[in-house]
């Protein structure tokens, strides 16, 4: 089934500006840490609202789990509906999850808040693919890259704010400045950001149907988002289990583990590299080099007892930056299969990458319960490992074919 959304002419195009570039990064990295803020902190929310240690984990995976299915059912609305009033919505929504989140005190209504979250924070993907469309084609992967390094930043600065704030100021507080920072980024939003109106070809229905369609002719678009889904639930899985072998065998504080998580954010600088290799035609040769770091990225976390907290920042930086190299060079292939289907593209895209981040979220407590780090550290590195075996296989031909 072909559903063809196309965006409809406008003789004033609002032209993408280094200022507009910046602030649509920005807004990512400020939307997409709503994801996280969690993520560091789960051993102080958990006894605060009686939910046990060994399910805590299901804080982020639910979160993540959430922003999943607003990625499926939500963000393809990107191809139907004025962008801006969407992602104005969706981010009200956000608001209302992150006050709920700060005053609740049980556990039940704690995890459908997080799904909640995750849910509502997907203005990101809406944004991501708006700033692809007004980009023009030699440089769309510099400003994808560019956008995107804010996206990790947010991610990244998410966790160290999180535990600066939670160790004076404790963890609600967290979730109560959160809100505020979405209210204000949302009038940031209202106020700056072009609209685009797609034209108005198909149903909600159909469109959601179409998906179908774009999975299955498009190998592209199935193999990238094979190979960033099993790098981010490397990612998930170390950066959920990291702050409990920090706190519980290396003995540093939230503070300590916030300075850590400050350290990965380091990793970030690999989006506008990816971008501009991608404009240059060599996303093959990357994405070789960012699946091989993956791999190599974990192995000074396997001998960690021998060489202490270093070995983990050395992991901690090189995860984030391979994931990130990844995921600017398969979104910089998928933005160009497709113009009028970017949004779709991208919500298939991303919903296999945070789905693959909520399988390793969900384990990690448990893996790391049962056989510590060395274990958490083994599992983590197979899934790199088998996106390095497939692209070497499968996904590198096709590369090849739509490299220069």
Not at 52 to 81: K, N
Not at 82 to 98: D, K, P, S, W
Not at 160 to 183: C, E, H, Q, Y
Request: charged share 10%; net charge positive.
């Amino acid at each position: 089934m072909t559903i063809e959304v196309s965006a409809a002419p406008t003789r004033d195009a609002p032209k993408l500006t280094s200022g507009l570039i910046a602030l649509f990064a920005f807004c990512c990295g400020v939307i997409v840490a709503n994801l996280y803020y969690s993520q560091p902190i789960i051993d102080l929310i958990a006894p605060d609202i009686h939910l046990r240690t060994e399910t805590a984990s299901l804080i982020v995976s639910l979160t993540q789990i959430g922003y999943a299915m607003g990625l499926f059912f939500l963000v393809p609305l990107g191809d139907l509906l004025e962008n801006r009033r969407l992602m104005i919505t969706t981010m009200l929504f956000a608001i209302a999850g992150l006050a709920i989140a700060a005053v609740t005190h049980h556990a039940a209504t704690f995890l459908v808040i997080s799904f909640v979250i995750g849910f509502s924070s997907v203005a990101v993907q809406i944004l991501i693919p708006l700033g692809a469309h007004l980009a023009p084609d030699e440089s769309r992967g510099r400003v994808v890259g560019t956008i995107m390094s804010g996206l990790l930043l947010g991610i990244l600065l998410s966790r160290p704010i999180s535990s600066f704030a939670a160790d004076f100021f404790g963890w609600r507080f967290v979730f109560a400045a959160a809100a505020v920072l979405m209210a204000v980024v949302t009038g940031v939003v209202a106020w700056t950001i072009p609209k685009r109106q797609p034209a108005h070809q198909a149903t909600y229905f159909e469109l959601i149907r179409s998906l179908e369609h774009l999975v299955v002719t498009m190998p592209v678009l199935r193999h990238r988002a094979l190979y960033q889904g099993l790098m981010f639930a490397a990612f998930s899985l170390f950066w959920t289990a990291v702050p409990l072998e920090l706190i519980g065998h290396e003995g540093l504080t939230q503070t300590g583990v916030a300075i850590f998580a400050l350290v990965g954010a380091a990793g970030a600088t690999s989006a506008p590299l990816a971008g501009r290799l991608a404009d240059a035609g060599y996303t093959r040769r990357g994405t070789y080099i960012a699946l091989t770091l993956g791999i190599l990225a974990f192995l000074p976390s396997i001998v960690h007892p021998a060489w202490g907290v270093g070995s983990l920042v050395v992991t901690g930086v090189a995860i984030d930056f391979a994931v990130q190299m990844n995921m600017v060079l398969g979104q910089r292939e998928i933005f160009s299969l497709h113009a009028a289907s970017r949004n779709r593209l991208n919500a298939l895209y991303m919903t296999c990458i945070f789905t693959g981040g909520a399988i390793g979220s969900s384990i990690a407590s448990a893996l790391y319960k049962h056989g510590g780090w060395t274990l958490t550290a083994s599992i983590a590195i197979v899934f790199p490992l088998l996106a390095l075996l497939h692209f070497a296989a499968v996904g590198s031909r096709e590369s090849a074919q739509r490299s220069r």
